[in-house]
């Protein structure tokens, strides 16, 4: 019987030691595929992780030492306040259930300031917000999960700095236009290339637009984007969307295309550092929440952004 006892003790350690190691192998892979690109999980291409850039937005309160909250002590970067008739709210920025929302609220009664922008066209009745990383970026492999706004703003995951700014998508949650005038825009990924330089004057130099095949506000997905000095390679929940080189950018037709280029100039123009953004605005051009129901339910939508991760080659 003392036999058969300790016979049935060691089987009942041999199973829970097989089920802890499975339950760690699986708790290894998560830990292992976290931080490496859902591209290349097994990270073929020797990237290297970049903490400073990245966030998993699992804490309490935004890393304001990697962030700046667009108006935070009266500081706009770019002294950009919005598009009319939205404007920025650092109270329309939160972390939430391991996610940042940033949120597009109706509020007629918001003290907006100033009142117009700088073609006179009203700030009113709609707070949306921005974040920017403090630190900037040249070249590498970003990474970020995340739903946008279900109402019509824009949810936008972009970049700007030393004269250019690279679109990595700027979405469209709904809208109320007729399908065949709006074309899509609750499914599309748009993405672009501006230059802000002297000569360029933010002239549009490259832009795409793709059905993506879903709704874009209907759930999470991962966009990635791999920025070289190369050219741009988009991944969409990990497989290769799109792969644009410097050279197809650059040869971009001004007169053909009629909606970029640069005449002599370079049209692959974000060849030096970036700060990344994550925002939202008011397109009126494809329509605009005209009440508090058209915003959400509570008068209240948001972008929600899972995680950016960042990386650059060792």
């Known amino acids: 019987m003392k036999s058969t006892t300790i016979a049935v003790f060691i089987l009942v350690l041999f199973f829970l030691s097989c089920e802890k190691s499975e339950h760690q192998n699986k708790i290894d892979t998560v830990i292992k595929n976290k931080f490496e690109p859902a591209s290349d999980l097994s990270n073929n291409g020797n990237w290297k992780y970049l903490e ?96 946008a706004a279900d109402a019509e703003v824009t949810s936008s995951f972009w970049a700007t700095g030393n004269g250019s ?26 993405w672009s290339i501006h230059d802000w330089s002297s000569t360029g004057g933010g002239k549009t130099t490259y832009t795409e637009y793709h059905d993506l095949g879903f709704r874009v506000a209907d759930d999470f997905h991962i966009y990635g984007y791999e920025w070289s000095e190369e050219g741009v390679a988009i991944y969409i929940d990990g497989k290769l969307f799109r792969n644009v080189s410097k050279e197809t950018i650059n040869a971009h037709d001004d007169v053909k295309n009629n909606n970029g280029g640069n005449g002599p100039e370079d049209n692959f123009v974000i060849t030096k550092p970036v700060k990344i953004w994550f925002d939202q605005e008011t397109f009126p051009w494809h329509g605009v929440p005209d009440s508090k129901e058209e915003v959400g339910e509570d008068g209240a939508v948001d972008f929600e952004i899972e995680y950016i991760r960042v990386w650059q080659k060792k």
């Open 165 to 190: 700014e690279f679109d990595f998508f700027e979405m469209f949650g709904d809208h109320k236009q007729a399908e065949k005038e709006a074309n899509g825009k609750e499914r599309e990924l748009w």
């Open 52 to 147: 400073a850039l990245s966030d998993e937005f699992d804490a309490v309160q935004l890393d304001e030492s990697k962030w700046l909250i667009q108006g935070r002590n009266g500081v706009f970067q770019s002294n950009f306040k919005g598009r009319a008739p939205s404007q920025f709210s650092t109270e329309n920025v939160k972390l939430e259930d391991g996610k940042l929302k940033l949120e597009t609220r109706w509020q007629p009664n918001y003290n907006f300031n100033p009142k117009v922008d700088k073609d006179g066209d009203p700030y009113e009745n709609i707070t949306t917000a921005a974040v920017i990383t403090k630190k900037d970026l040249l070249y590498g492999y970003i990474e970020v999960k995340s739903k």
